[in-house]
C-alpha cells in the first residue's frame, strides 16, 4: 500500500509516479504483443500453482478442524473418567463404612 499511497499522497507526484511507474508497466504488458502469449503462459501456470497451494491450505485447515474436534471429545472424556473415578471412590467408601457397621 505504501508504494501507491505515498507517491500519490502529493499532487506533484502522480505525473513522477505515472511515468516511472505506471507508464514502464502499460508499456510492458499492454503493447508488447510478442510477449502476450507468454504472460498468458505464466498466468495460467501461477493460477494452477495457486489453486494447488489453496487446496493445500483447505486441506490442513479441515485437518485441524477435525483435530480441535477431537481434542475437545478427549478432553470431555477425561473429565467423564474423572467424576467415574469420584463416584467410584464415594461407593467404595459407602460399601466400607456399611461393612464396618455391620461388623
Not at 64 to 88: A, G, P, T, V
Amino acid at each position: 500500500m505504501g508504494l501507491i499511497s505515498a507517491p500519490m499522497g502529493k499532487r506533484s507526484n502522480i505525473s513522477k509516479y505515472y511515468y516511472n511507474v505506471l507508464n514502464e508497466l502499460i508499456e510492458n504488458f499492454l503493447r508488447k504483443n510478442d510477449l502476450l502469449t507468454e504472460r498468458c503462459k505464466q498466468y495460467t501456470e501461477r493460477v494452477k500453482e495457486f489453486k494447488m497451494q489453496w487446496k493445500k491450505v483447505s486441506e490442513m485447515k479441515n485437518d485441524l478442524s477435525n483435530f480441535m474436534k477431537l481434542s475437545k471429545k478427549y478432553d470431555s472424556l477425561e473429565e467423564k473418567k474423572e467424576q467415574l473415578k469420584k463416584k467410584q471412590d464415594q461407593i467404595q467408601s459407602l460399601e466400607e463404612a456399611t461393612n464396618d457397621k455391620e461388623e
